[in-house]
């Protein structure tokens, strides 16, 4: 009797382990339909290991009582995995690993399943329980909108967790790079919401557009603005780490897996189209972006002083590196369009030193339920950075907490005399006093 390869039985594919493709399938819908490289949405499929039969093995007479054995075993897991389906609902959507074990990896909230494998996957729930909580896609009543390496990325990543928040998974770009495919795309691109959700989005590139705050506002007239920065020196160094990474994978380190990440999502496509301009690759590494806000640029070059300074030492304010930690200079154009009280200026530096509490003023300005708590987060010692511990044990992608370049002691102290009276202003005019500011 030959191996089971992929042999239909109601609505399950069941195939041999050694096979490339899943050993089960599910029938579903295209919200949840299982993916072919191996990365199961919870929900949507029940994983079961089972004995398959010996590939090339002659079924002789004398081996009778074998087959018998193994022709037991395999009905057994078949009863058992078919009881599994007869169970629906909820209480069967566990994952099955290799020693039968039941693991509940999934955490319903709003209209998804919240999982804790992949950094976070987020399942859409059946067309059925989607329509009785009322979920739909609908526009942001919150944007994170800067600062790029400010914290967004890790604010986004924890408020994705609240109960009351619907994040969108991925940036934007609407208001400053995909304008044109209008509203519709807009809100087709946001994610499902309950009627109590709020949903947000975060693109922290609308930052430095001095004309996205009235763009913004004209569209969504009452959504609200969050905006996270950080020291503008790390943040500049940060930033310097960001842009090499993705100059690396365009030219030296594709096979890597941060690369892999990279080459699908439109943020790489389109910084490998905004650093063509090279000069003299070869001995310095110069590049020069094609990105451009009213007249400002990258310009990165193979150290980070080379980058910020120029020979004689003056700081180079053209640069994106250190323009877009110039807040106040940026700021004024968000505060002329909007009011105080639909504005929220984060200090990331004690975010990411503690996240509680600069969590609980993100749940006040938006006026949903308290949350988060210290019991929610652990610092993890090898990645240096918090990570999350409920409603389960998850931290971001290794991409987070790279490496940083030596920075001599000279360059720091002209960058932080160069931002210093930019700093006195945004404390001056915004009243937000951090130890970066004075």
Known sequence: MPPVQGNRIDDVIIMAPNSSDPIMERKHSDKNRVP????????AIHLVEITPWPSGTPIQKSSFLCTMKRIIVFLVSLLFFSTLLLLGGDSARVQFHSDLSPKVVRSPVGCYLKTA????????????????RGCERRFPQAVISGTKKGGTTTLKYFLSYHPDVAMATKEMKFFNSNYKKGMDWYKENMPY????????????????????????????????????MRDPVKRAISDFVHMTSKINCRDENKDSRHCARLENKEEYKRSVNDT???????KEAVVKSLESHEGRQYEIHKTFQESVLFPNGTVKSHNLLIDKGMYIRHLQYWFKTYQPDRMLLLDGETFITDPGPTLIKVEEFLGIRHYFTKDHFYFDEEKHFFCLKKPFRNCMSDSKGRDHPDVSDDVITKLREFYRPYNEELARHFNMTTLWSS
């Open 276 to 282: 063509r301009t090279r000069v003299n690759a070869s």
């Open 36 to 43: 072919q490289n191996g990365h199961i949405p919870n929900g």
């Open 117 to 132: 494998d992949r950094q976070g996957y987020f399942a859409l729930m059946e067309d059925e329980e989607l329509e009785k």
């Open 193 to 228: 919401s309950t009627e109590t959700q709020v949903t947000i989005e975060k693109t922290p590139g609308y930052f430095v557009g001095h004309a996205i705050p009235e763009r913004i506002n004209s569209f969504l007239p009452d959504t609200k603005i969050i905006i996270i």
